[in-house]
């Protein structure tokens, strides 16, 4: 029998180590990069589509390539942690990131522009994959939630610093402001790329999978105190005891195991409804809809960097409650809240309430959505799954949620046009209310779990 949570309370008193620390900031950078370029897009996309002479559906397809693109990334992501080892993976999607975004700086036509866009896609999908895996593999099980959140916490530090870039730049003529939002970020996946080359230690796991458990052994040494080290390695041995090592399951073998089979519809369930609720619209097109709501460019730009600081500070309180209140809990208040910041904020499009009255839901629902279901559904994605099929797990997880970025941030503009913005926000509100129930109905808990469980026992 695999430990339970008591079995681990008592290694709380264990001081955290710094390698550890290290680890999972180091593997955040590329959730800074992807913050950054989600908060970028927002401010570059009214001179984008002055200087390229972009239409609507134009301006959906840049959006939306980014989350289309992270699709086949993710699987890619969750085969080259596999194939190459979660930090491998980590710096080949740091490669991708460095391509994309130096074509999209220098890009000199519409088309250039979108290839870029398409390679940071990949590597966001491949990012979206291995961060959470990784670091849920590296972090103490006490302290993975809080952890784990540090791959939201650099997503979120990331638009921040996007939507900075486009209040400081907001002057600069259109031909040239978008290029330094793009260019600014060139920086970030070299230094990835080094930290992955000099700082990052291998994931234990996936060197106990391969059968090189002392590697393994001195690896949760390095990261964990003595006690968890040795309880880790004890339960990643017991696998081993059976067989010279744990064989990855196949997609067929995922999917037709009855237990992994419903862990991988809670955990795609989780993704759809993270996205369902219309985060996308928010995130990609503020400053439409603030423009729409009768804010002036210098205003909107302003509202949306508020916002930003106000999302962030959310995810880090939540990464400090997370470990404490539980998953379950802090879902259900995610989906509930977003669902009533929607409703409202359609409301108020359709009796024409004044800016303030938009402004304040769309801010109140960044910070839920930092509560909740923006870094949870990459801390169950990795928590759900036994090690076998962790990485395809977290990949149809993550797959599922870059799925649904794409149709909302695709179809935004066209469904605000068949409903008008009022409805369309509306309609995002009661997929909110689908989603608490889901999390009621089916979620289980998995706080304080070691990843040898099962949490399909909690069902």
């Not at 949570?5 to 008592?10: A, F, I, M, N, T």
């Not at 593997?27 to 897009?41: K, N, P, R, V």
């Not at 993710?74 to 080892?85: D, N, R, V, Y």
């Not at 605000?416 to 289980?444: D, N, T």
Request: with cysteine.
């Amino acid at each position: 029998m695999l430990a339970r949570e008591d079995e681990l309370r008592p290694l709380v008193s264990e001081p955290l180590r710094p390698k550890a620390v290290v680890a999972a900031a180091f593997a955040c950078l590329s959730g800074l990069l992807l913050g950054y370029d989600i908060g970028i897009t927002n401010g570059a996309l009214l001179p984008l589509k002055r200087h390229f002479g972009m239409n609507h559906s134009q301006m959906e397809i840049f959006v939306g390539m980014l989350s289309m693109c992270a699709l086949p990334g993710c699987f890619l992501g969750g085969k080259c942690a596999e194939w190459f080892g979660r930090r491998g993976a980590i710096g080949i999607g740091a490669v991708f990131f460095l391509l994309g975004n130096s074509l999209m700086t220098f890009a000199s036509t519409y088309m250039v522009l979108l290839l870029g866009r398409a390679l940071a896609g990949l590597a966001v999908g491949m990012t979206l994959v291995t961060e959470p895996l990784y670091t849920a593999e590296v972090s103490p099980a006490r302290l993975r939630g809080m952890l784990s959140t540090n791959v939201e916490v650099s997503f979120n530090v990331g638009i921040v610093l996007g939507f900075l870039s486009s209040y400081k730049l907001r002057d600069l003529p259109d031909a040239t402001s978008w290029r330094w939002m793009f260019g600014l970020c060139l920086a970030a996946p070299v230094l990835s790329i080094a930290g992955v080359c000099c700082v990052l230690p291998e994931s234990p796991r996936w060197l106990a999978s391969q059968g090189r458990v002392s590697e393994a052994e001195a690896v949760l040494g390095a990261l964990l105190g003595p006690a968890e080290a040795s309880r880790s390695a004890e339960l990643m041995k017991a696998p081993l005891r059976i067989s010279d090592q744990e064989p990855e399951m196949t997609w067929q073998e995922m999917f037709t195991t009855p237990n992994t089979r419903w862990l991988a519809l809670l955990g795609g369930g989780i993704a759809f409804f993270s996205q369902a609720t219309g985060i996308e619209s928010i995130m990609f097109y503020s400053n439409v809809i603030l423009e729409e709501g009768g804010l002036d460019r210098d205003m909107m730009l302003l509202a949306t960097l508020i916002m930003g600081c106000f999302k962030l500070a959310a995810i880090m309180v939540q990464g400090c409650v997370v470990d404490i209140t539980g998953r379950r809990p802090l879902l259900v208040i995610s989906s509930l809240g977003m669902a009533t910041c929607m409703i409202a904020l359609g409301i108020s499009f359709i009796l024409a309430w004044g800016v303030y009255f938009k402004v304040i839901p769309i801010t109140l629902f960044a910070v839920l959505f930092s509560l909740g279901y923006g870094p949870l559904v990459y801390t169950m994605g990795a928590e759900l799954y036994p090690t076998a099929c962790r990485a395809k797990g977290l990949t149809l997880t993550m797959g599922t949620a870059r799925v649904m970025a794409a149709i909302v941030a695709m179809t935004f503009l066209s469904l605000s046009s068949l409903l008008s913005m009022g409805g369309a926000f509306i309609f995002f509100g009661l997929w909110g209310v689908v989603g608490a129930a889901f999390v009621l109905l089916f979620v289980p808990e998995t706080t304080g779990k070691s990843l040898e469980e099962d949490v399909i026992d909690d069902l």
